[in-house]
Protein backbone atom coordinates (compact mmCIF):
# COMPACT_ATOMS: atom_id res chain seq x y z
CA UNK A 1 0.00 0.00 0.00
CA UNK A 2 1.49 3.42 -1.02
CA UNK A 3 0.32 5.61 2.12
CA UNK A 4 0.97 8.91 0.61
CA UNK A 5 -1.33 7.80 -2.35
CA UNK A 6 -4.36 6.36 -0.27
CA UNK A 7 -4.31 9.77 1.60
CA UNK A 8 -4.40 11.59 -1.21
CA UNK A 9 -6.89 9.73 -2.83
CA UNK A 10 -8.90 10.39 0.39
CA UNK A 11 -7.97 14.13 -0.15
CA UNK A 12 -9.26 14.28 -3.37
CA UNK A 13 -12.60 12.75 -2.72
CA UNK A 14 -13.70 15.24 -0.22
CA UNK A 15 -12.51 17.93 -1.41
CA UNK A 16 -13.59 16.86 -5.06
CA UNK A 17 -9.72 17.88 -6.42
CA UNK A 18 -8.47 15.62 -9.48
CA UNK A 19 -5.67 13.50 -7.98
CA UNK A 20 -3.04 13.98 -9.37
CA UNK A 21 -3.65 18.05 -8.01
CA UNK A 22 -3.91 16.26 -4.44
CA UNK A 23 -0.71 13.91 -4.49
CA UNK A 24 1.33 16.66 -5.51
CA UNK A 25 0.51 18.47 -2.29
CA UNK A 26 0.90 16.14 0.01
CA UNK A 27 3.87 16.88 2.01
CA UNK A 28 6.00 14.76 4.41
CA UNK A 29 6.10 16.90 7.73
CA UNK A 30 9.93 18.13 8.63
CA UNK A 31 8.62 17.41 12.16
CA UNK A 32 7.50 14.57 13.68
CA UNK A 33 4.67 16.28 15.96
CA UNK A 34 2.67 17.38 12.19
CA UNK A 35 1.84 13.87 11.62
CA UNK A 36 3.16 11.45 8.68
CA UNK A 37 1.41 13.72 5.99
CA UNK A 38 0.36 17.07 5.95
CA UNK A 39 -2.05 18.50 3.19
CA UNK A 40 -2.02 22.62 3.55
CA UNK A 41 -4.87 24.58 2.10
CA UNK A 42 -3.59 27.47 0.91
CA UNK A 43 -3.80 26.93 -2.75
CA UNK A 44 -7.57 26.29 -2.35
CA UNK A 45 -8.61 29.16 -1.21
CA UNK A 46 -8.59 30.89 -4.17
CA UNK A 47 -11.20 28.24 -5.61
CA UNK A 48 -13.34 27.73 -2.71
CA UNK A 49 -13.35 31.28 -1.57
CA UNK A 50 -12.64 30.60 2.15
CA UNK A 51 -10.11 31.47 4.58
CA UNK A 52 -7.33 28.31 4.68
CA UNK A 53 -8.15 27.31 8.10
CA UNK A 54 -11.90 26.83 7.46
CA UNK A 55 -11.18 24.57 4.20
CA UNK A 56 -9.03 22.27 6.19
CA UNK A 57 -12.13 21.84 8.89
CA UNK A 58 -14.15 21.02 5.74
CA UNK A 59 -12.37 18.80 4.42
CA UNK A 60 -11.76 16.61 7.42
CA UNK A 61 -15.50 16.35 8.00
CA UNK A 62 -16.34 15.70 4.43
CA UNK A 63 -13.39 12.67 4.90
CA UNK A 64 -14.49 9.18 4.57
CA UNK A 65 -12.99 6.68 7.42
CA UNK A 66 -9.90 4.53 6.73
CA UNK A 67 -8.61 2.07 9.20
CA UNK A 68 -4.76 2.64 7.98
CA UNK A 69 -5.17 6.43 9.75
CA UNK A 70 -5.13 6.92 13.56
CA UNK A 71 -5.64 10.74 13.71
CA UNK A 72 -6.28 13.36 11.24
CA UNK A 73 -5.44 16.89 13.04
CA UNK A 74 -6.50 20.14 12.03
CA UNK A 75 -3.74 22.83 12.38
CA UNK A 76 -4.31 26.46 10.90
CA UNK A 77 -4.24 25.60 7.07
CA UNK A 78 -3.06 21.98 7.40
CA UNK A 79 -4.22 19.06 7.42
CA UNK A 80 -2.52 16.56 9.47
CA UNK A 81 -2.54 12.60 9.06
CA UNK A 82 -0.79 10.05 11.37
CA UNK A 83 -0.67 6.45 9.85
CA UNK A 84 -1.86 3.30 11.83
CA UNK A 85 1.43 2.74 12.81
CA UNK A 86 1.11 -1.29 13.12
CA UNK A 87 -0.44 -0.85 9.42
CA UNK A 88 2.69 0.70 8.22
CA UNK A 89 5.39 -1.26 9.85
CA UNK A 90 3.12 -4.58 8.88
CA UNK A 91 3.37 -3.31 5.38
CA UNK A 92 7.23 -2.53 4.87
CA UNK A 93 8.57 -5.46 6.99
CA UNK A 94 6.49 -8.29 5.85
CA UNK A 95 7.44 -6.83 2.05
CA UNK A 96 11.31 -7.16 3.20
CA UNK A 97 10.94 -10.58 4.61
CA UNK A 98 8.68 -11.89 2.09
CA UNK A 99 11.03 -10.57 -1.26
CA UNK A 100 14.51 -11.41 1.37
CA UNK A 101 17.69 -10.62 -0.98
CA UNK A 102 15.54 -9.20 -3.55
CA UNK A 103 13.72 -6.55 -1.64
CA UNK A 104 14.84 -3.36 -4.21
CA UNK A 105 15.50 -5.74 -6.91
CA UNK A 106 13.73 -4.37 -9.80
CA UNK A 107 13.72 -4.93 -13.46
CA UNK A 108 13.17 -1.25 -14.69
CA UNK A 109 16.55 -1.93 -16.95
CA UNK A 110 14.88 -5.28 -18.65
CA UNK A 111 16.03 -5.20 -22.05
CA UNK A 112 19.36 -2.62 -21.76
CA UNK A 113 22.56 -2.35 -22.02
CA UNK A 114 24.84 -0.44 -20.21
CA UNK A 115 28.69 -0.45 -20.96
CA UNK A 116 30.71 0.28 -17.73
CA UNK A 117 34.53 0.88 -18.37
CA UNK A 118 36.31 1.02 -15.37
CA UNK A 119 39.57 0.19 -13.40
CA UNK A 120 41.55 0.45 -16.78
CA UNK A 121 45.40 1.21 -15.59
CA UNK A 122 48.13 1.24 -17.40
CA UNK A 123 50.38 -1.57 -18.44
CA UNK A 124 54.35 -1.56 -17.40
CA UNK A 125 52.79 0.84 -14.65
CA UNK A 126 51.96 0.21 -11.25
CA UNK A 127 48.37 0.01 -9.72
CA UNK A 128 48.79 3.17 -7.55
CA UNK A 129 45.41 4.34 -5.54
CA UNK A 130 44.32 6.96 -8.44
CA UNK A 131 42.87 3.35 -9.67
CA UNK A 132 41.22 2.58 -7.12
CA UNK A 133 38.73 4.74 -7.33
CA UNK A 134 37.55 4.12 -10.68
CA UNK A 135 37.45 0.28 -9.82
CA UNK A 136 35.94 0.70 -6.99
CA UNK A 137 33.23 2.89 -8.24
CA UNK A 138 32.54 1.30 -11.98
CA UNK A 139 32.05 -2.23 -9.62
CA UNK A 140 29.74 -0.62 -7.55
CA UNK A 141 27.63 1.15 -10.47
CA UNK A 142 28.23 -2.06 -12.45
CA UNK A 143 26.09 -4.00 -9.05
CA UNK A 144 23.59 -1.33 -8.78
CA UNK A 145 22.68 -1.50 -12.52
CA UNK A 146 22.63 -5.53 -12.11
CA UNK A 147 20.45 -4.96 -9.55
CA UNK A 148 17.73 -2.84 -11.32
CA UNK A 149 17.79 -5.22 -14.09
CA UNK A 150 20.22 -3.84 -16.54
CA UNK A 151 22.51 -6.28 -18.47
CA UNK A 152 25.67 -4.76 -17.70
CA UNK A 153 29.12 -5.02 -20.07
CA UNK A 154 31.99 -4.54 -17.43
CA UNK A 155 35.30 -3.61 -19.60
CA UNK A 156 38.85 -2.76 -18.75
CA UNK A 157 40.01 -0.56 -20.85
CA UNK A 158 44.10 -1.17 -20.60
CA UNK A 159 46.47 1.30 -21.55
CA UNK A 160 48.19 -1.04 -23.39
CA UNK A 161 49.39 0.39 -26.21
CA UNK A 162 51.35 3.91 -27.21
CA UNK A 163 54.92 5.02 -27.84
CA UNK A 164 55.59 4.23 -23.82
CA UNK A 165 56.22 0.28 -24.87
CA UNK A 166 58.42 1.72 -27.32
CA UNK A 167 60.65 3.29 -24.78
CA UNK A 168 60.47 0.62 -22.31
CA UNK A 169 61.30 -1.97 -24.73
CA UNK A 170 64.61 0.21 -25.23
CA UNK A 171 64.82 0.44 -22.22
CA UNK A 172 64.79 -3.31 -21.35
CA UNK A 173 67.39 -3.61 -24.09
CA UNK A 174 69.83 -1.32 -22.49
CA UNK A 175 69.51 -1.43 -18.99
CA UNK A 176 66.71 -4.65 -18.23
CA UNK A 177 67.66 -8.18 -17.20
CA UNK A 178 64.91 -11.30 -17.51
CA UNK A 179 65.80 -12.24 -14.05
CA UNK A 180 65.40 -8.85 -12.85
CA UNK A 181 61.86 -8.88 -14.29
CA UNK A 182 60.85 -11.77 -13.25
CA UNK A 183 61.52 -11.37 -9.81
CA UNK A 184 60.27 -7.98 -9.29
CA UNK A 185 57.18 -7.86 -11.75
CA UNK A 186 56.33 -3.98 -12.60
CA UNK A 187 58.43 -2.59 -10.09
CA UNK A 188 62.06 -3.38 -12.47
CA UNK A 189 59.52 -2.38 -14.90
CA UNK A 190 59.36 1.27 -13.61
CA UNK A 191 62.63 1.01 -12.67
CA UNK A 192 63.96 0.98 -16.48
CA UNK A 193 61.51 3.22 -17.71
CA UNK A 194 62.59 5.83 -15.20
CA UNK A 195 66.79 5.47 -16.26
CA UNK A 196 65.18 5.84 -19.73
CA UNK A 197 64.08 9.07 -19.12
CA UNK A 198 66.85 10.27 -17.17
CA UNK A 199 68.90 8.87 -20.00
CA UNK A 200 67.47 10.00 -22.67
CA UNK A 201 67.86 13.97 -21.16
CA UNK A 202 71.61 13.32 -22.27
CA UNK A 203 71.29 11.41 -25.18
CA UNK A 204 68.59 12.42 -27.74
CA UNK A 205 68.81 9.44 -29.93
CA UNK A 206 67.32 6.99 -26.78
CA UNK A 207 63.88 8.61 -28.27
CA UNK A 208 64.22 8.22 -31.91
CA UNK A 209 65.33 4.55 -31.02
CA UNK A 210 62.35 4.10 -28.86
CA UNK A 211 59.87 5.71 -31.68
CA UNK A 212 61.36 2.91 -33.81
CA UNK A 213 60.52 0.26 -31.92
CA UNK A 214 57.14 1.48 -31.38
CA UNK A 215 56.36 1.39 -35.08
CA UNK A 216 58.08 -2.15 -35.21
CA UNK A 217 54.93 -3.13 -32.77
CA UNK A 218 52.87 -1.69 -34.85
CA UNK A 219 54.09 -3.11 -37.75
CA UNK A 220 53.97 -6.91 -36.22
CA UNK A 221 57.34 -7.40 -35.52
CA UNK A 222 58.33 -10.33 -33.85
CA UNK A 223 60.47 -9.19 -31.28
CA UNK A 224 59.01 -6.35 -30.48
CA UNK A 225 55.77 -7.88 -29.70
CA UNK A 226 56.89 -10.75 -28.31
CA UNK A 227 58.52 -8.02 -25.28
CA UNK A 228 55.20 -6.35 -25.12
CA UNK A 229 53.34 -9.24 -24.77
CA UNK A 230 55.49 -10.43 -21.94
CA UNK A 231 55.37 -7.26 -19.97
CA UNK A 232 51.75 -7.31 -20.41
CA UNK A 233 51.44 -11.08 -18.56
CA UNK A 234 53.49 -9.90 -16.01
CA UNK A 235 51.29 -6.20 -15.58
CA UNK A 236 48.11 -8.26 -15.60
CA UNK A 237 49.26 -11.14 -13.47
CA UNK A 238 49.79 -8.20 -10.29
CA UNK A 239 46.41 -6.28 -11.55
CA UNK A 240 44.85 -9.83 -10.97
CA UNK A 241 45.77 -9.38 -7.74
CA UNK A 242 44.91 -6.54 -6.60
CA UNK A 243 40.94 -7.73 -8.65
CA UNK A 244 40.88 -10.56 -6.47
CA UNK A 245 41.31 -8.85 -2.90
CA UNK A 246 38.95 -6.26 -4.05
CA UNK A 247 36.44 -9.07 -5.43
CA UNK A 248 36.40 -7.44 -8.90
CA UNK A 249 35.58 -8.84 -11.97
CA UNK A 250 35.71 -7.73 -15.76
CA UNK A 251 33.62 -8.82 -18.55
CA UNK A 252 36.00 -8.29 -21.54
CA UNK A 253 39.91 -7.09 -21.28
CA UNK A 254 39.77 -4.77 -24.65
CA UNK A 255 42.31 -2.56 -23.81
CA UNK A 256 43.86 -0.04 -26.30
CA UNK A 257 45.81 -2.21 -28.13
CA UNK A 258 42.74 -4.26 -28.93
CA UNK A 259 41.58 -1.44 -31.55
CA UNK A 260 45.06 -1.66 -33.33
CA UNK A 261 44.11 -3.02 -36.34
CA UNK A 262 40.36 -1.53 -35.79
CA UNK A 263 41.67 1.91 -36.32
CA UNK A 264 42.23 2.74 -40.09
CA UNK A 265 39.02 2.20 -41.08
CA UNK A 266 37.42 4.71 -38.36
CA UNK A 267 40.04 7.14 -39.81
CA UNK A 268 38.67 6.69 -43.40
CA UNK A 269 35.53 7.09 -42.40
CA UNK A 270 36.48 10.31 -40.57
CA UNK A 271 38.02 11.11 -44.20
CA UNK A 272 34.77 10.37 -45.98
CA UNK A 273 32.46 12.70 -43.74
CA UNK A 274 35.23 15.43 -44.50
CA UNK A 275 36.05 15.59 -41.02
CA UNK A 276 39.26 15.41 -40.84
CA UNK A 277 42.04 18.12 -41.23
CA UNK A 278 45.73 18.48 -41.81
CA UNK A 279 46.98 20.96 -39.56
CA UNK A 280 51.29 21.10 -39.73
CA UNK A 281 51.83 17.71 -40.54
CA UNK A 282 49.02 15.97 -38.37
CA UNK A 283 45.63 14.78 -38.86
CA UNK A 284 43.06 16.79 -36.49
CA UNK A 285 38.96 17.30 -36.12
CA UNK A 286 38.33 20.78 -35.88
CA UNK A 287 36.31 21.71 -32.80
CA UNK A 288 36.66 25.47 -32.79
CA UNK A 289 32.66 25.54 -32.99
CA UNK A 290 32.17 24.11 -29.74
CA UNK A 291 34.83 26.04 -28.07
CA UNK A 292 37.37 23.26 -27.79
CA UNK A 293 40.74 22.33 -29.05
CA UNK A 294 40.79 20.31 -32.06
CA UNK A 295 41.26 16.33 -31.49
CA UNK A 296 44.09 15.04 -32.54
CA UNK A 297 43.51 12.02 -35.01
CA UNK A 298 47.06 11.24 -36.46
CA UNK A 299 50.52 12.47 -35.18
CA UNK A 300 52.90 13.95 -37.72
CA UNK A 301 54.86 10.70 -37.78
CA UNK A 302 51.73 8.26 -38.37
CA UNK A 303 50.86 7.15 -34.32
CA UNK A 304 47.78 6.94 -32.98
CA UNK A 305 46.79 8.77 -29.91
CA UNK A 306 44.32 7.78 -27.29
CA UNK A 307 41.29 9.49 -28.31
CA UNK A 308 42.03 7.50 -31.71
CA UNK A 309 41.52 4.12 -30.14
CA UNK A 310 38.65 6.01 -28.01
CA UNK A 311 36.64 6.84 -30.98
CA UNK A 312 37.16 3.57 -32.22
CA UNK A 313 36.54 1.55 -29.03
CA UNK A 314 33.27 3.57 -28.74
CA UNK A 315 32.28 2.72 -32.55
CA UNK A 316 33.13 -0.85 -31.85
CA UNK A 317 31.34 -1.11 -28.25
CA UNK A 318 28.32 0.32 -30.32
CA UNK A 319 28.48 -1.81 -32.50
CA UNK A 320 29.25 -5.06 -30.21
CA UNK A 321 26.18 -4.52 -27.61
CA UNK A 322 24.35 -2.14 -29.09
CA UNK A 323 24.57 -0.09 -25.59
CA UNK A 324 21.77 2.30 -24.52
CA UNK A 325 24.39 4.08 -22.59
CA UNK A 326 28.30 3.88 -22.30
CA UNK A 327 29.98 4.58 -19.13
CA UNK A 328 33.45 5.88 -18.70
CA UNK A 329 35.21 6.30 -15.11
CA UNK A 330 38.17 8.33 -14.69
CA UNK A 331 39.65 11.14 -12.62
CA UNK A 332 38.24 14.62 -13.31
CA UNK A 333 41.41 15.69 -15.53
CA UNK A 334 40.68 14.16 -18.24
CA UNK A 335 37.43 15.66 -19.08
CA UNK A 336 38.56 17.70 -21.88
CA UNK A 337 39.48 14.46 -23.56
CA UNK A 338 35.94 12.49 -23.17
CA UNK A 339 34.43 16.45 -24.34
CA UNK A 340 36.63 16.11 -27.43
CA UNK A 341 36.28 12.42 -28.29
CA UNK A 342 32.40 12.25 -27.41
CA UNK A 343 31.80 15.61 -30.09
CA UNK A 344 34.09 13.59 -33.29
CA UNK A 345 31.24 10.80 -32.62
CA UNK A 346 28.27 13.66 -32.99
CA UNK A 347 29.94 14.68 -35.79
CA UNK A 348 30.65 11.72 -37.35
CA UNK A 349 26.18 12.03 -37.63
CA UNK A 350 26.03 9.14 -34.60
CA UNK A 351 22.91 10.59 -32.35
CA UNK A 352 24.03 8.15 -29.61
CA UNK A 353 26.85 10.73 -28.53
CA UNK A 354 24.46 11.59 -26.38
CA UNK A 355 24.78 7.91 -24.68
CA UNK A 356 28.74 8.34 -24.07
CA UNK A 357 28.99 9.14 -20.26
CA UNK A 358 32.02 10.83 -18.52
CA UNK A 359 31.80 9.89 -14.82
CA UNK A 360 34.64 11.80 -13.43
CA UNK A 361 35.91 11.67 -9.82
CA UNK A 362 38.22 13.69 -7.45
CA UNK A 363 41.88 12.77 -6.61
CA UNK A 364 42.87 10.78 -3.68
CA UNK A 365 45.01 12.23 -1.27
CA UNK A 366 47.05 10.59 1.68
CA UNK A 367 47.19 12.02 5.21
CA UNK A 368 50.16 12.59 6.44
CA UNK A 369 53.31 10.26 5.52
CA UNK A 370 51.70 7.50 7.36
CA UNK A 371 51.15 5.19 4.44
CA UNK A 372 53.36 2.50 3.33
CA UNK A 373 55.90 4.08 0.09
CA UNK A 374 58.41 1.45 0.35
CA UNK A 375 58.33 1.97 -3.22
CA UNK A 376 59.23 5.34 -3.86
CA UNK A 377 56.38 8.22 -3.39
CA UNK A 378 53.80 6.39 -5.45
CA UNK A 379 51.50 4.20 -2.98
CA UNK A 380 50.72 1.18 -4.46
CA UNK A 381 47.51 -0.44 -4.24
CA UNK A 382 48.61 -3.87 -3.12
CA UNK A 383 50.25 -2.37 -0.10
CA UNK A 384 47.65 0.04 0.67
CA UNK A 385 45.58 -3.72 1.14
CA UNK A 386 47.83 -4.96 2.85
CA UNK A 387 48.36 -2.76 5.28
CA UNK A 388 44.78 -1.99 5.79
CA UNK A 389 43.96 -5.72 6.74
CA UNK A 390 46.57 -5.18 8.73
CA UNK A 391 45.96 -1.86 10.74
CA UNK A 392 42.62 -4.13 11.07
CA UNK A 393 43.92 -7.17 12.51
CA UNK A 394 45.42 -5.18 14.95
CA UNK A 395 41.72 -3.97 16.20
CA UNK A 396 40.23 -7.09 15.85
CA UNK A 397 43.33 -8.56 17.97
CA UNK A 398 42.01 -6.28 20.76
CA UNK A 399 38.10 -6.06 20.36
CA UNK A 400 37.49 -9.64 20.10
CA UNK A 401 40.67 -11.60 20.89
CA UNK A 402 38.96 -14.85 20.51
CA UNK A 403 37.22 -14.32 16.97
CA UNK A 404 37.52 -17.47 14.86
CA UNK A 405 38.70 -16.82 10.73
CA UNK A 406 40.53 -13.36 12.03
CA UNK A 407 42.51 -13.53 8.96
CA UNK A 408 39.42 -13.58 6.30
CA UNK A 409 37.72 -11.33 8.58
CA UNK A 410 40.55 -8.82 8.71
CA UNK A 411 40.60 -9.38 5.06
CA UNK A 412 36.72 -8.30 4.65
CA UNK A 413 36.89 -5.76 7.31
CA UNK A 414 40.23 -3.59 5.98
CA UNK A 415 39.09 -3.70 2.17
CA UNK A 416 35.70 -3.14 3.16
CA UNK A 417 36.72 0.11 4.92
CA UNK A 418 38.83 1.05 2.08
CA UNK A 419 35.76 1.11 -0.33
CA UNK A 420 33.46 2.28 1.53
CA UNK A 421 35.58 5.48 2.42
CA UNK A 422 36.21 5.78 -1.35
CA UNK A 423 32.16 5.34 -1.79
CA UNK A 424 30.84 7.61 1.06
CA UNK A 425 31.62 11.00 -0.07
CA UNK A 426 29.82 12.46 -3.66
CA UNK A 427 32.40 10.76 -6.24
CA UNK A 428 33.42 14.65 -7.30
CA UNK A 429 35.14 14.94 -4.39
CA UNK A 430 38.83 13.88 -2.90
CA UNK A 431 39.05 11.09 -0.88
CA UNK A 432 41.52 11.45 2.00
CA UNK A 433 43.13 8.08 3.69
CA UNK A 434 42.94 8.45 7.34
CA UNK A 435 43.70 4.83 8.96
CA UNK A 436 42.27 6.04 12.02
CA UNK A 437 39.32 7.95 10.49
CA UNK A 438 38.28 4.94 7.92
CA UNK A 439 39.29 2.29 10.81
CA UNK A 440 36.75 3.63 13.15
CA UNK A 441 34.37 0.68 14.10
CA UNK A 442 31.87 3.71 15.65
CA UNK A 443 32.17 6.56 12.86
CA UNK A 444 30.19 6.33 9.89
CA UNK A 445 32.33 3.84 8.06
CA UNK A 446 32.72 0.71 6.05
CA UNK A 447 33.87 -0.95 9.64
CA UNK A 448 30.54 0.65 11.46
CA UNK A 449 27.96 -0.74 9.13
CA UNK A 450 29.55 -4.20 9.09
CA UNK A 451 29.95 -4.48 12.75
CA UNK A 452 26.28 -3.45 12.78
CA UNK A 453 25.20 -6.20 10.54
CA UNK A 454 27.28 -9.18 13.03
CA UNK A 455 25.61 -7.56 15.67
CA UNK A 456 22.12 -8.20 13.83
CA UNK A 457 23.32 -11.61 12.90
CA UNK A 458 24.61 -12.50 16.66
CA UNK A 459 21.88 -11.52 18.17
CA UNK A 460 19.43 -13.84 15.92
CA UNK A 461 22.05 -16.85 16.26
CA UNK A 462 21.11 -16.50 20.22
CA UNK A 463 17.37 -16.20 19.03
CA UNK A 464 17.62 -19.75 17.82
CA UNK A 465 15.15 -20.87 15.23
CA UNK A 466 12.68 -18.43 14.93
CA UNK A 467 9.46 -18.46 12.85
CA UNK A 468 8.63 -15.18 10.78
CA UNK A 469 4.75 -16.55 10.27
CA UNK A 470 1.86 -14.49 12.20
CA UNK A 471 3.74 -11.52 13.77
CA UNK A 472 1.69 -8.87 15.62
CA UNK A 473 3.44 -5.97 13.70
CA UNK A 474 1.05 -3.81 15.42
CA UNK A 475 3.27 -4.41 18.46
CA UNK A 476 6.01 -2.25 16.81
CA UNK A 477 4.70 1.32 17.22
CA UNK A 478 8.38 2.38 19.31
CA UNK A 479 9.77 5.40 17.21
CA UNK A 480 13.61 3.64 16.72
CA UNK A 481 11.65 0.64 15.13
CA UNK A 482 9.58 3.05 12.58
CA UNK A 483 12.57 5.11 11.95
CA UNK A 484 14.06 1.50 10.86
CA UNK A 485 10.62 0.90 8.89
CA UNK A 486 10.87 4.23 7.24
CA UNK A 487 14.63 4.40 5.97
CA UNK A 488 14.21 0.24 4.96
CA UNK A 489 10.70 1.53 2.45
CA UNK A 490 12.99 4.11 0.90
CA UNK A 491 16.01 1.68 0.14
CA UNK A 492 14.89 0.97 -2.97
CA UNK A 493 14.20 4.14 -4.08
CA UNK A 494 17.82 5.07 -3.17
CA UNK A 495 19.00 2.38 -5.25
CA UNK A 496 17.37 3.92 -8.24
CA UNK A 497 18.86 7.24 -7.43
CA UNK A 498 22.05 6.01 -7.33
CA UNK A 499 21.86 4.65 -10.53
CA UNK A 500 20.50 7.80 -12.13
CA UNK A 501 23.00 9.89 -10.74
CA UNK A 502 25.85 7.44 -11.14
CA UNK A 503 26.76 8.00 -7.52
CA UNK A 504 27.12 4.95 -5.20
CA UNK A 505 27.49 7.42 -2.24
CA UNK A 506 23.75 7.45 -2.53
CA UNK A 507 23.68 3.83 -1.09
CA UNK A 508 27.02 3.76 1.04
CA UNK A 509 24.90 6.81 2.97
CA UNK A 510 21.31 5.29 3.36
CA UNK A 511 23.00 2.09 4.91
CA UNK A 512 25.20 4.08 7.25
CA UNK A 513 21.78 5.76 8.38
CA UNK A 514 19.84 2.58 8.60
CA UNK A 515 23.06 0.87 11.06
CA UNK A 516 22.13 4.18 13.25
CA UNK A 517 18.57 3.28 13.50
CA UNK A 518 19.30 -0.54 14.29
CA UNK A 519 21.92 0.74 17.19
CA UNK A 520 18.99 3.28 18.24
CA UNK A 521 16.43 0.54 18.01
CA UNK A 522 18.66 -2.52 19.74
CA UNK A 523 19.76 0.06 22.87
CA UNK A 524 15.90 1.45 23.28
CA UNK A 525 14.50 -2.13 23.34
CA UNK A 526 15.00 -5.68 24.59
CA UNK A 527 14.59 -7.86 22.20
CA UNK A 528 15.57 -11.50 23.38
CA UNK A 529 14.32 -10.49 26.79
CA UNK A 530 10.93 -9.35 25.41
CA UNK A 531 7.55 -11.53 25.82
CA UNK A 532 6.39 -13.75 23.18
CA UNK A 533 4.87 -11.87 20.97
CA UNK A 534 6.85 -8.76 21.17
CA UNK A 535 10.27 -10.95 21.17
CA UNK A 536 9.13 -12.43 17.58
CA UNK A 537 8.00 -9.07 16.38
CA UNK A 538 11.75 -7.36 17.00
CA UNK A 539 13.39 -10.41 15.78
CA UNK A 540 11.66 -9.44 12.21
CA UNK A 541 12.91 -6.15 13.24
CA UNK A 542 16.70 -7.81 12.98
CA UNK A 543 16.40 -9.82 10.49
CA UNK A 544 15.12 -7.45 7.90
CA UNK A 545 17.60 -4.95 8.74
CA UNK A 546 20.49 -7.85 8.59
CA UNK A 547 19.25 -8.97 4.98
CA UNK A 548 18.86 -5.36 3.74
CA UNK A 549 22.44 -4.31 5.01
CA UNK A 550 24.13 -7.04 3.53
CA UNK A 551 22.49 -7.02 0.43
CA UNK A 552 23.44 -3.19 0.21
CA UNK A 553 27.06 -3.77 1.22
CA UNK A 554 27.02 -6.39 -1.48
CA UNK A 555 26.13 -3.65 -4.13
CA UNK A 556 28.82 -1.42 -2.85
CA UNK A 557 31.31 -4.42 -3.13
CA UNK A 558 32.05 -5.37 0.49
CA UNK A 559 31.67 -8.58 2.31
CA UNK A 560 29.67 -8.42 5.27
CA UNK A 561 31.10 -11.11 7.43
CA UNK A 562 28.62 -12.77 10.48
CA UNK A 563 30.82 -12.54 13.24
CA UNK A 564 33.50 -9.63 13.56
N1 LIG B 1 44.23 4.22 -18.91
C1 LIG B 1 43.61 5.47 -18.62
C2 LIG B 1 44.29 6.12 -17.43
O1 LIG B 1 44.91 5.47 -16.64
C3 LIG B 1 42.14 5.34 -18.33
C4 LIG B 1 41.30 4.82 -19.47
C5 LIG B 1 39.85 5.11 -19.29
N2 LIG B 1 39.05 4.62 -20.38
C6 LIG B 1 38.97 5.14 -21.61
N3 LIG B 1 38.20 4.57 -22.49
N4 LIG B 1 39.66 6.20 -21.95
O2 LIG B 1 44.17 7.32 -17.26
Not at 369 to 388: F, I, P, W, Y
Request: aromatic share 10%; with cysteine; hydrophobic share 40%.
Amino acid sequence: MDFKLEVARLLAKAADLPLEDALSTVEIPANKTMGDFAFPCFRLAKVFRKAPPMIAQEIVEKMEKADFIEEIQVVGAYVNFFMQKGVYTQQILSKVLEEKESYGKSNIGHGKTIVIDYSSPNIAKPFHVGHLRSTVIGNAIYKIHEELGYHCVGINHLGDWGTQFGKLIVAYRNWGSKDAVELNGIQELMRIYVKFHDEAEKNPLLDDEARLWFVKMQEGDEEALTLWKWFYDISIKEFERVYDMLGVKFDAYTGESFYNDKMAPVVEELRDKNILKESEGAMIVDLEDKNMPPCLIIRKDGGTLYATRDITAALYRKKTYDFDKCIILTALDQNLHFAQFFEVIHKMGYDWYKDLIHVPFGLVSLDSGKLSTRHGNVVLMEDLLHQAIGETRKIIEEKNPTLENKELVSEQVGIGAIIFNDLYNGRIKDVVFSWERMLNFDGETGPYVQYTHARACSILKRAGDISLENISFDLITDEASIDICKLLEAYPEKIMDAANKLEPSVVTRHLVAIAQAFNKFYHDNPILSSEDDVRKARLAIVVAVKTVMKEGLRLLGIDAPEQM
